[in-house]
């Protein structure tokens, strides 16, 4: 079975600060691990992913995001943080091994960026 | 290059109604998902259409079923509606690859359903 935890339903930070958004996820096979971004009343935008390769993974809008294996983690991150970074954020997970295409999606974080 | 569409925009329905909603993938793709996310959730996986047939689908009732035209757009299909079934419904498209299924989904705007 996949799944995927974020443990924080709400991240407040300053703006200029860096942020993170955390995730964590379980997987019988290899992850294939998704960030998306979400702003009121719109649909998901893809921030980055993660397949194989470099721990590290760099996205659209200066976010970047690294992969864990041992802490089976994928935390979402951004040296400075954006007044417009204020969303909803979801990580999602497939699994790779079974070959199945569908997104398996956490509960979401908000993340707020106080000016 | 037009991303994924989706229509309506928003719906209302009272229970036990039927309704359709409608997906025009990305420019170049060929598979459409779609899913539900209820107010509050993450998206939940509907199902998958790829060469107009479902091949995948997530744990929902068939209440719920879908077509694929050969331009690829998509319809969901949702009869007998329950409140529960008041979501915002999102499509998403990819580019299938066959070899490494390493596709990455992009996401239409969504549907807002509401059922009184």
């Known amino acids: 079975a996949q799944s995927v935890a974020q443990p924080e339903d709400q991240v407040n930070v300053a703006e200029g600060n860096p942020l993170t958004v955390k995730c964590t996820y379980s997987?019988?096979?290899?992850?294939?691990l998704f960030w998306y971004v979400q702003y009121p009343n719109r649909g998901l935008q893809f921030l980055l992913k993660?397949?194989?390769?470099?721990?590290l993974v760099k996205g659209s809008y200066g976010f970047e995001a690294e992969f864990n294996k041992s802490q089976t983690s994928f935390h979402l991150k951004k040296p400075s943080a954006l007044v417009s970074d204020s969303a909803l954020y979801f990580c999602?997970?497939?699994?790779?091994?079974?070959?199945?295409?569908?997104?398996?999606f956490g509960t979401g974080t908000r993340l707020t960026v106080i000016p | 290059d037009a991303g994924v569409t989706q229509s309506p925009t928003h719906l209302i329905k009272t229970r036990g109604q039927q309704v359709t909603l409608r997906c025009s993938p990305k420019?170049?793709?060929?598979?459409v998902s779609w899913y539900q996310q209820a107010l509050g959730q993450g998206p939940q996986f509907i199902f998958q259409?790829?060469?107009?047939?479902?091949?995948q689908r997530g744990n929902f009732p068939d209440r719920f079923s879908g077509h694929q035209f050969p331009n690829y757009s998509s319809e969901l299909n949702v009869n007998a509606l329950l409140l529960g079934d008041s979501a915002l419904y999102l499509c998403?498209?990819?580019?299938?690859?066959?070899?490494?299924?390493?596709?990455?989904?992009?996401f239409g705007p969504g549907t807002r359903l509401t059922v009184l």
């Open positions: 999602a997970v497939r699994d790779l091994r079974t070959g199945a295409n569908n997104l398996f």
């Open positions: 997987v019988s096979g290899n992850p294939y």
């Open positions: 998403a498209s990819s580019l299938r690859d066959i070899f490494t299924t390493t596709d990455t989904q992009y």
């Open positions: 259409y790829y060469e107009e047939e479902e091949r």
């Open positions: 993660y397949i194989t390769g470099d721990n």
């Open positions: 420019s170049g793709h060929d598979t």
